[in-house]
């Protein structure tokens, strides 16, 4: 029956009672939007440096240095591409990495990005120390019977370090030996290496004998 229309002596009423109201489109767009995107996608990327951040290397001249890297993921923990400089991974006179045959302070550093998102970072910093002491050793014996009345001729010591090498040239010798009068003499070699290591001190006798006088 038409609205409005009388029929049998009823009337068939119009208004909102018998109208069905429709969703809004925009809402339902809106709700299809938040299903499809997972609540981390707005988090940030975290960049975590493996091993330490702040790491002390000893010194050698034969040592290499390896590089523990870093790890990267998304806000819902996809793994994402680390870069990295200076780390020795692919060595260029730009960026040799961390030197550990020389003493001294090194950056390396990381970054990632996630796609649409920014940029972690982060930065290890090496040292490279010498913290060993040379090792100092005599040459000949460390005791000698010197005739007199002819000049004594010093055997000597030698010398090498983990890190700077051979340091015989830098041995500091004293004590004095009297070619020309009887007694028992000493020497003693010391060494301070240029990290500031002090090698264990060495001594020598030296024991004039037969003068003539």
């Known amino acids: 029956m038409a609205c409005g229309a009388v029929g049998l002596g009823s009337l068939a009423a119009c208004g909102p009672a018998d109208a069905t109201e429709a969703a809004p489109a925009s809402t339902a ?23 330490e951040v702040n790491w002390t290397v000893e010194c050698s001249a034969s040592a290499t240095y390896s590089d523990p890297g870093a790890v990267a993921v998304d806000g819902c923990g996809n793994a994402l591409t680390v870069h990295s400089y200076n780390s020795g991974q692919n060595p260029t006179p730009r960026e040799p990495g961390p030197n550990p045959k020389v003493e001294g302070d090194y950056a390396v550093s990381y970054w990632a990005q996630p796609p649409g998102g920014h940029a972690v970072a982060a930065t290890r910093w090496v040292k490279v120390d010498d913290r060993t002491a040379p ?41 004095e030996v009297n070619a020309w009068a009887e007694g028992t003499y000493t020497v003693t070699y010391t060494l301070t290496d240029p990290g500031g290591n002090v090698a264990t001190p060495l001594t020598r006798t030296v024991e004039v004998v037969d003068c003539p006088w």
């Open 29 to 51: 767009h809106t709700a299809d939007a938040l299903a499809g995107e997972a609540p981390c996608a707005s988090l940030p990327a975290t960049l975590t440096v493996n091993g």
């Open 135 to 175: 090792t100092l050793s005599l040459k000949g014996a460390a005791h000698i019977v010197h005739t007199c009345n002819r000049p004594f001729v010093d055997p000597g010591a030698e010398a090498t370090d983990a890190c700077y090498g051979p340091l015989s040239h830098v041995i500091w010798r004293t004590g």
